[in-house]
């Protein structure tokens, strides 16, 4: 079983700064690993994902994400924030012995991003 | 429609009455998902759906929960008897693997 931590439910930035939303997983064996975003009066949608090799990944709209296995982490980055970036931020993780790892992902309680004038 | 559609948006119904969900999902989308969001929580993996293939249920909390779909169409979500701890939003989400996007859910409430 796999679980998921977003310590952070909200995180105020302001316009143009940089941000860092956390996650960090907990499993027995080796996972996948997502950013889905949902901005207001939409749904879910993948951001970005890491399957295997490179464990930078780089997502839509400027986000990356860097995997890091001995810390059990895969936080969410970006160098400069606009106001359309408002939105949930989710992270969540799935077996590795699915294939392509699609089913059962587990979600993280998502993190609140609001980024101000 | 471009995304994946759900309806309805809002349910309301009575203890132990049936409940019946729709997903429309993105055309192409091979591979169906429903996930629960209990108020507070995040998503909780219900049952995927791949082609043709026999979906994977181990996500059904009970067998008052079951869920259809033929081939890349429309999937239902159907609840029987329904229980107070079923009021949730259920999230279905469609993709070529993994979910690549949601719909806007079905937000159930169990009087």
């Known amino acids: 079983a796999q679980s998921v931590t977003q310590l952070d439910s909200q995180v105020p930035v302001f316009e143009e700064a940089p941000v860092e939303l956390r996650c960090n997983y907990s499993s027995s064996v080796s996972v996948y690993l997502f950013w889905y975003v949902q901005y207001p009066n939409q749904g879910l949608q993948l951001l970005l994902k890491y399957l295997s090799g490179s464990t930078l990944v780089k997502g839509i709209n400027g986000f990356e994400a860097e995997f890091n296995k001995s810390q059990t982490s895969f936080h969410l980055r970006k160098p400069s924030v606009h106001i359309s970036d408002t939105a949930e931020y989710f992270c969540?993780?799935?077996?590795?012995?699915?294939?392509?790892?699609?089913?059962?992902?587990?979600f993280g309680t998502g993190t609140q991003l609001k980024v101000e004038l | 429609g471009a995304g994946v559609s759900q309806s309805p948006s809002n349910k309301v119904t009575e203890k132990g009455k049936d409940v019946e969900l729709r997903c429309d999902p993105i055309s192409g989308h091979t591979a169906l998902y429903w996930y629960r969001q209990r108020l507070g929580q995040g998503l909780e993996f219900l049952i995927y759906?791949?082609?043709?293939?026999?979906?994977?249920k181990s996500g059904l909390p009970s067998d008052r929960f079951s869920a259809e779909r033929t081939g890349e169409s429309v999937s239902t979500l159907t609840i029987q008897r329904t229980q107070q701890e079923d009021s949730a939003v259920y999230l279905c989400a469609t993709g070529l693997d993994q979910p690549q996007h949601f719909g806007d859910g079905t937000r159930l409430s169990i009087l």
């Open positions: 759906f791949q082609g043709n293939s026999a979906p994977d």
């Open positions: 969540a993780v799935s077996d590795q012995s699915r294939a392509g790892g699609g089913n059962k992902l587990t």
